[in-house]
Protein backbone atom coordinates (compact mmCIF):
# COMPACT_ATOMS: atom_id res chain seq x y z
CA UNK A 1 0.00 0.00 0.00
CA UNK A 2 1.59 3.58 -1.11
CA UNK A 3 1.09 6.29 1.68
CA UNK A 4 1.00 9.59 0.25
CA UNK A 5 1.73 12.41 3.15
CA UNK A 6 0.57 16.19 2.93
CA UNK A 7 2.66 18.64 4.59
CA UNK A 8 1.09 21.66 5.88
CA UNK A 9 1.57 24.46 8.63
CA UNK A 10 -0.48 23.24 11.24
CA UNK A 11 -2.02 19.72 9.55
CA UNK A 12 -5.27 21.09 9.53
CA UNK A 13 -6.27 22.77 6.57
CA UNK A 14 -5.57 20.00 4.63
CA UNK A 15 -7.43 17.48 6.15
CA UNK A 16 -10.34 18.10 3.69
CA UNK A 17 -8.01 17.68 1.03
CA UNK A 18 -7.35 14.23 2.39
CA UNK A 19 -10.90 13.13 2.28
CA UNK A 20 -10.85 14.11 -1.25
CA UNK A 21 -8.14 12.69 -2.09
CA UNK A 22 -8.86 9.11 -0.61
CA UNK A 23 -12.61 9.44 -2.11
CA UNK A 24 -10.70 9.95 -5.45
CA UNK A 25 -8.47 7.03 -4.20
CA UNK A 26 -11.37 4.83 -3.80
CA UNK A 27 -13.55 5.88 -6.57
CA UNK A 28 -10.44 4.24 -8.82
CA UNK A 29 -10.05 1.10 -6.62
CA UNK A 30 -6.39 2.13 -5.64
CA UNK A 31 -5.88 1.41 -2.12
CA UNK A 32 -3.53 3.84 -0.38
CA UNK A 33 -2.96 5.85 3.24
CA UNK A 34 -2.78 9.43 2.35
CA UNK A 35 -2.51 11.85 5.39
CA UNK A 36 -1.66 15.52 6.49
CA UNK A 37 1.04 16.39 9.16
CA UNK A 38 2.67 20.04 10.34
CA UNK A 39 5.77 20.57 9.14
CA UNK A 40 7.45 19.76 12.06
CA UNK A 41 6.36 16.18 12.31
CA UNK A 42 6.42 15.62 8.90
CA UNK A 43 10.28 16.03 8.29
CA UNK A 44 10.21 13.11 10.83
CA UNK A 45 8.05 10.64 8.44
CA UNK A 46 10.27 10.87 5.31
CA UNK A 47 11.23 7.59 5.63
CA UNK A 48 7.78 5.76 6.15
CA UNK A 49 6.29 7.61 2.97
CA UNK A 50 5.97 7.05 -1.01
CA UNK A 51 5.23 10.69 -1.56
CA UNK A 52 5.31 14.18 -0.32
CA UNK A 53 2.96 16.79 -1.04
CA UNK A 54 3.41 20.02 0.34
CA UNK A 55 0.75 22.76 0.58
CA UNK A 56 1.24 26.25 -1.12
CA UNK A 57 1.76 27.78 2.44
CA UNK A 58 4.93 25.85 2.86
CA UNK A 59 6.30 25.92 -0.46
CA UNK A 60 9.33 27.53 1.28
CA UNK A 61 10.64 24.48 2.86
CA UNK A 62 10.43 22.50 -0.33
CA UNK A 63 14.44 22.25 -0.30
CA UNK A 64 15.03 21.47 3.41
CA UNK A 65 12.32 18.55 2.94
CA UNK A 66 13.68 17.59 -0.49
CA UNK A 67 17.55 17.82 1.05
CA UNK A 68 15.91 15.56 4.29
CA UNK A 69 14.23 13.28 2.20
CA UNK A 70 17.67 12.51 -0.39
CA UNK A 71 19.57 11.19 2.98
CA UNK A 72 16.26 9.46 4.47
CA UNK A 73 14.86 7.80 1.55
CA UNK A 74 16.48 8.84 -1.54
CA UNK A 75 14.45 9.03 -4.66
CA UNK A 76 11.32 10.30 -2.60
CA UNK A 77 8.63 12.19 -4.58
CA UNK A 78 8.34 15.76 -3.08
CA UNK A 79 6.60 18.63 -4.35
CA UNK A 80 4.14 21.17 -3.60
CA UNK A 81 0.49 21.19 -4.66
CA UNK A 82 -0.72 23.19 -7.01
CA UNK A 83 -2.34 26.32 -5.45
CA UNK A 84 -5.54 26.27 -7.39
CA UNK A 85 -5.61 22.54 -6.69
CA UNK A 86 -5.31 23.26 -3.34
CA UNK A 87 -7.69 26.47 -2.70
CA UNK A 88 -10.72 24.32 -4.70
CA UNK A 89 -9.59 21.15 -2.77
CA UNK A 90 -9.44 19.46 -6.21
CA UNK A 91 -8.63 15.59 -4.67
CA UNK A 92 -9.06 14.08 -7.47
CA UNK A 93 -6.47 16.57 -9.43
CA UNK A 94 -3.72 16.25 -6.29
CA UNK A 95 -3.91 12.03 -6.15
CA UNK A 96 -3.15 11.84 -9.50
CA UNK A 97 -0.44 14.39 -9.53
CA UNK A 98 0.75 11.99 -6.93
CA UNK A 99 0.30 8.87 -8.66
CA UNK A 100 2.15 10.63 -10.64
CA UNK A 101 5.19 11.61 -8.78
CA UNK A 102 4.79 8.09 -7.99
CA UNK A 103 5.17 6.31 -11.33
CA UNK A 104 8.20 8.56 -12.45
Known amino acids: MKK ?12 LLVTKME ?3 EKV ?3 VEIFALPMSDGINRLST ?3 VLLGPQVRFNLG ?18 DMKDYGMMNGEK ?9 DE
Not at 7 to 14: D, E, K, P, R, Y
Open 23 to 25: QAA
Open 94 to 102: VYNYAKKLM
Open 64 to 81: KIKEEAAKVNPGLPVDVI
Open 49 to 51: VDC
Open 29 to 31: GDE
Open 4 to 15: IMLVCSAGMSTS
